[in-house]
């Protein structure tokens, strides 16, 4: 059995501006290709990349990484629709997916596998969900004991909300800033920039 990855990068990000916020780019490589090459370089396989606004320009910029694209045609209904579309693609022997948003570029390969680690360790919970500071945050690493109830999500929901109703979830906190930290804007992506360039990832595969 297998942990698999699904990044979420179909959303319009309407904050953005003219450019597509998955093409934007954070130290030299696009969002989208970032977040993916953290998920291959980890143990999850397969990664599925989950795309719909500027798909064909977004599939592009992902030509050459050994990934699973999906094209969520429904992407304008909201997250519901790419978390499912990338659930939907999983392979039977798939036991878990974690969970990346294609705009949280300081999330590293060694915390994606930190977390599955944690996940199995943890008894291999219907959810294993980043705190920093008591919130709660991304990656997450959800089973495939969700599958039915992520199928029937619908609209702007993601797991966040589905998970809020499932007792069977580990939160364990990180003490680190990059599960929460996404690029919503431009300037959000200059900061996460500026923080990136002055600070050392805190966390690391123990």
């Known amino acids: 059995m297998s942990v698999a990855a699904i990044v979420l990068a179909a ?39 989950v795309v719909g606004h500027e798909a064909e320009a977004v599939s592009s910029a992902l030509a050459g990484l050994d990934v699973v694209i999906v094209e969520n045609r429904d ?4 997250l519901s629709t790419s978390l499912k579309a990338g659930f939907a693609a999983l392979p039977e022997e798939a036991e878990a997916a974690a969970i990346l948003l294609g705009d949280m570029p300081q999330i590293g390969t060694a915390l994606v596998d930190w977390l599955i680690k944690a996940w199995r360790s943890s008894g291999r919970p219907a959810a294993l969900v980043p705190t920093f500071e008591g919130v ?65 990832p805190t966390r690391t595969a123990e």
Request: charge should be negative; aromatic fraction near 2%; glycine fraction near 10%.
């Open 75 to 78: 992407y304008r209904d909201g």
């Open 136 to 200: 709660r945050g991304n990656p997450t690493i959800l089973s495939m004991a969700l599958a039915p109830a992520i199928a029937g999500l619908s609209g702007d929901t993601g797991a966040a909300k589905l998970l809020r109703g499932i007792p069977d979830v580990v939160e364990i906190e990180l003490g680190d800033p990059a599960v929460a930290r996404d690029a919503d804007t431009p300037q959000d992506l200059a900061d996460l920039a500026e923080a990136q360039a002055s600070t050392t």
């Open 11 to 49: 959303g319009r990000g309407t904050r953005f501006g003219a450019t597509p916020k998955m093409l934007a780019a954070f130290e030299g490589k696009p969002l989208v290709c970032r977040a993916a090459e953290a998920a291959l370089e980890s143990e999850a396989a397969p990664v599925i990349v």
